[in-house]
């Protein structure tokens, strides 16, 4: 890596490195049969090069490819984007718990007991049910450097067990699923079952329900859909560009006073967390909308130089390559009510755990519209059943506004987000 | 050389079934947003996989150091005996012809001829037709890639194949503004044989740039229940996303309740629906001439006549259900072993004119050109990028944010009348199940038209 270095730095180049590898293990039950024992090891190099002012970049998977990706990358400088930045300097680093040295200890018969156990006490509740579970177990290494002198690296573990039921009665199919995720080993396997068991109870019955308006409470999964809009129109390429309608605007309430929205790279044992995001910008906690005012776009070294602001540590490489501007775990403040007592003060309403399509879309409108893939509806403060067949809209933009309600007091963790229940109310629902 | 070591370390495979796929891939991709070309990257990956089956259960290891295959072989033998012993897993593959053959390129004109500058300037080009043709038009964004793959497959059976493999997708887009709201409208192409498909999308890219600007000025739809007509791309995503995925049989091949759903015979839509998915339509995204289990792809008929005759195929979903390989098992990359996937999925051209299928619809919604979709296996939604009103049998106002759901056994059904004009879109998206996403194929369909669909939207 240091040899890549000094060989663009030779050229008459500045550089930068960023090398990650993975080791992962994975037990796949699925169909009730333990299906598949997977195991990955890999690796991958990405050299970015700033020659005459215009970024190179060249990636390759292939052991000691230097020469090749330092080709690639002079020749791609050639038709590269003007680099408004330059590459850091080393700088403090946060350190979040993000390493179980406890999981190496983990044997392969070990996961493929937690895969094959899980998938046994799920088939308990039903003949018919499929049950499927998967165990993985990741270690990841990062590793920067440049020609700034910025040069560190951290491991991170990741443990990760789904699992879930299905079944197919006549023409109606029901899955339900759950997940611990996280960086360290997690014991509330017997909670995830639980739970799995007690949303597939009710969701056995099938409800109808009329079209119209009625309070909706969002999962913290289904919620990742609402948020897409906002994180659509606060990425610093938007604001850059002029397409987001929040150029401008930070320091603007825009909505409900009680909505906050944070991004945040160093929350111990998230799995989006790290020591510097992909272009050694430190990880940091971004408040992006505070008591419903705008106060930071997520910006990489790029847009970040082109807006004249600092980095905000959410240079991701996520998709693709070149660092984009990306989120790692979104997350909002608690709430003072439990989810349980959200459910009780509801006369006639749906509790929405799973959207489906509405990722599709425009996201600047901030219109959002998706079928209500699994959606519970709520009668006199009880969940009754499952509604199914039916279209969820709502604009993302109006919701926080004037729509929305409140969150749980519960924080739950999704893959890239620590978040609340929250509810709206007059939701338009139509099927 | 490489070769002999492959064969090598297959036959110290102590397995009922074990296989070896190598890859080496090159990828270029350029990306522009607004007047600035904000990416350009070259990629090469080398990697490969063992896949090994031992008493019905998998072992599979992927990695990009090749320095010891054997040692990868029996890291992947190891593990299916684990797994295999629990004696838990019911895997078997049907039978597939041994082959030998070496498939090398066929393209027009290959994306690697093609100067990095070449590219760049042609993407430039119509970059500034999207920024020059409107004030409106504030911003654009380009997203072109094209990628050049080798893939070794040795199993140990005997089968050594080598399949070289092109793919291209480019997608165009023209993004408007009011200082308020911000609209798009995209121009695709892709294929699978060459960057010929790239150049003259001139008049396509206006065409959107007009939409984008015309979407500012366009209420959204109100939510409800309408008859529809899908245009050929939106359709081609419908047929995808409302039944391509249904006929995967690796989601059937376990699950008892869903053969008897899925019983060959059962009906699925009226009499004039019939729906393929092909590896053999030449030049689109997702075709090849064997699939990642070294299998040849074909034309695999999925409804004829209204009535269920196919499904696709892996070795692995074919031997559980005794019926046969379609040449459907395909990977994502090295990193995955190959489910049954979908290729290039259509339904077939029809009877009627475009004219003759809007008369006498009172209120209704044209959709035209696809912004995404997603299935469960019971209900879909996807999203039109472009929709007017249909009132009293003509083509009325624009209006935006319309996307359409449906349960699958109900909508198919609601299928009433199919086109005469078939076209197949490619893009530069691609299919997601699982992990394995973006997977190149392609979608294509006649004009159709749906009644009873629903449509979100607030009041």
Sequence with gaps: MERLIEKAAQRGCTAEVFSSSAVENTVEVNDNQLKNLKSTDTHDTILR??????????????????????????????????????????????????????????????????????AAELQKEDPHILAFTQVSRVYSEYHLANTSGFDASFKKTLFAVVAAVNLTEGSNMLSIYDFRLGTHRDFGLAALIERVLTDFR?????????????????????????????IACLDG???????????????????????????????????????????????????????????NYLLNLQ??????????????????????????????????????????????????????????????????????????????GRRV?????????????????SQFLGCSKELVKTPNAVLPYFLFDKVNISG | MLKETILRALAESDVDYCEIRLEESDRTMISFRGPVLESCDRSAELGGNVRALYKGAWGFTSFNDMSDLPEKVRLACRQAHITGTLK??????????????????????????????????????????????????????????????????ANSAGTYI???????????????????????????????????????????????????????????????????????????????????????????????????????????????????????????????????EGVAMQRTPLIENGILVGRLHSRESAGK??????????????????????????????????????????????????????????MFTFTAAEAYMIRDGNIAELVRDVTLTGNLMTTLKNIEMIGNDKYLQDSAGGCGKGAQVPLPTCEGSPHIRIKNVTIGGVK
């Design chain 1, 49 to 118: 090069v700033i020659r005459n002012g215009k970024i190179g970049l060249a990636s390759s998977s292939r052991p000691n490819d230097g020469d090749n990706l330092l080709k690639n990358a002079m020749d791609t400088s050639e038709f590269g984007t003007e680099a408004a930045f330059t590459f850091p300097e080393p700088a403090k680093l946060p350190q979040p718990e993000i390493y179980d040295p406890t999981l190496e200890s983990l044997s392969i018969e070990e996961l493929v007991h937690i895969a094959t156990s899980l």
């Design chain 1, 202 to 230: 009710i969701a056995r019955r099938n409800v109808a329900l009329a079209a119209g308006e009625y309070p909706v409470i969002m999962s913290p999964e289904a919620m990742g859909n609402l948020l897409r809009p906002i």
């Design chain 1, 237 to 295: 390429r938007a604001v850059v560009k002029g397409i987001s309608p929040w150029k401008d605007r930070l320091g603007e309430k825009m909505f409900d006073e009680t909505f906050s929205l944070y991004d945040d790279g160093t929350i111990a044992r998230s799995i989006s967390s790290g020591y510097f995001d992909s272009e050694g910008v430190p990880m940091q906690r971004t408040a992006l909308v505070e008591n419903g005012v705008i106060r």
């Design chain 1, 303 to 380: 847009t970040a130089a082109q807006l004249k602001m600092a980095p905000t540590g959410n240079g991701s490489r996520e998709g693709g390559n070149s660092p984009i501007p990306g989120t790692t775990t979104l997350t909002a403040p608690a709430g003072q009510t439990s989810i349980d007592d959200m459910i009780k003060g509801i006369k006639q309403g749906i509790l929405v755990d799973q959207l489906m399509g509405a990722w599709a879309g425009n996201p600047y409108t901030g219109a959002i519209n998706g079928n209500i893939a699994l959606g519970y509806k709520i009668e006199n």
């Design chain 1, 385 to 401: 059943g499952r509604v199914k067949d039916c279209m969820f809209s709502i604009n993302a933009f109006e919701g926080f506004k």
């Design chain 2, 88 to 153: 838990n897993g019911r895997s078997q593959l049907a039978p597939a012809p041994i082959v030998h053959d070496n498939v090398a390129l066929e393209v027009i004109q290959d994306p690697r001829d093609v100067s990095l500058a070449d590219k760049v300037a042609l993407l430039g080009k119509y970059n500034k037709l999207m920024l020059d043709y409107h004030e409106a038009i504030k911003s654009t964004s380009i997203y072109y890639f094209d990628e050049y793959r080798q893939i070794t497959f």
């Design chain 2, 162 to 292: 080598v399949q070289e493999k092109s793919d291209l997708g480019c997608n165009i887009t023209a993004i408007a503004s009011n200082g308020t709201l911000t609209t798009q409208r995209t121009t695709s192409a892709g294929g699978s044989n060459g960057f010929q498909v790239v150049p003259r999308l001139e008049d396509a890219i206006k065409k959107s740039c007009r939409i984008a600007v015309d979407l500012l000025a366009a209420e959204p739809v109100k939510g409800g229940q309408y008859t529809v007509i899908l245009d050929p791309d939106l359709a081609g995503v419908f047929i995808h996303e409302a039944f391509g995925h249904l006929s995967e049989a690796d989601e059937v091949a376990d699950n008892e309740n869903m053969k008897k759903l899925m019983t060959l015979g059962t009906r699925f839509g009226p009499e004039i629906l019939n729906v393929y998915d092909s590896g053999i339509e030449p030049g689109h995204r997702g075709v090849a001439k064997y699939d990642d």
């Design chain 2, 321 to 378: 259900m005794g019926e046969k390989p379609t040449g459907s098992a395909r990977a994502l990359n090295y990193n995955f072993p190959p489910i049954c996937r979908m290729r290039v999925t259509y339904i077939e051209q029809g009877q009627t004119a475009f004219e003759d299928m809007i008369k006498g619809i009172p209120l209704g919604i044209y959709a035209v050109g696809a912004y995404g979709g997603e299935t469960n296996g019971e």
